[in-house]
């Protein structure tokens, strides 16, 4: 009887438990950050510290070297937990939503507070979750397709959901074709477990 009662209050407390929102420390900030300055552009301090042999053009000195210029990277990976700590940082999203990153999909748990004077569970934390397939398709365009909303345990229909089950979410954002303007210079963008890759073209 006791072993029952005390799974039963370990599932309440489970079903009820709040997201814990990610904090990045000092070092995974300046990791996060040196990864995204690299996308970006060349870091100040390289470029200062970094010099060529190469003569200015119409310098009086020719001996004098030039700075030297340094391309940024083409790639940026993102791990999840890196991924959440910026959701968190950046937005108000890190104390009710959870990312999970998986091969191709992007799994998503939500947990918001119920109000105390709502009529129907007030007070409990309401929780669902949802499976988003993201990738490029064949001629390079775009996908982030919704595969599955679940709440209280109950897979959602397509017909509960305004139809968008199954359907480009980015259609209508990007254009299906892979020339739109939004979207050109991605080389490639993969989901892989606990990872999110963006490869950017020349």
């Known amino acids: ?56 053009i119409n310098s009086p000195d020719a001996s004098t070297p030039q700075r030297l210029y340094l391309p940024g990277g083409k790639e940026l990976r993102l791990t999840e937990r890196e991924l959440n700590g910026l959701l968190n940082a950046n937005t108000e999203l890190g104390k009710t939503v959870r990312l999970e990153l998986d091969t191709d999909v992007i799994n998503a748990y939500l947990a918001i507070p119920i109000p105390t004077n709502f009529p129907v569970g007030g007070g409990r934390m309401f929780r ?9 398709s064949k001629d390079r365009a775009p996908v982030a397709m919704l595969e599955d ?19 480009n979410l980015l259609a209508d954002a990007v254009g299906e ?26």
């Open 1 to 56: 009887m006791l072993l029952i009662v005390a799974t039963v209050a370990i599932t309440i407390w489970w079903i009820q438990r709040p997201i814990k929102p990610v904090v990045l420390s000092a070092e995974e900030k300046r990791v996060v950050e040196a990864k995204l300055q690299e996308v970006r552009s060349t870091p100040l301090s390289a470029r200062d510290e970094r010099l060529s042999t190469a003569p200015r």
């Open 149 to 167: 909303v679940t709440v209280l345990g109950l897979s959602l229909p397509k017909e509960w959901l305004g139809g968008v089950k199954g359907k």
């Open 128 to 136: 669902a979750r949802g499976r988003f397939h993201l990738a490029l």
């Open 177 to 202: 074709r892979s020339d739109a303007v939004t979207w050109k210079g991605i080389k490639s963008l993969r989901i892989v477990p606990e990872a999110i890759v963006l490869e950017v073209g020349d």
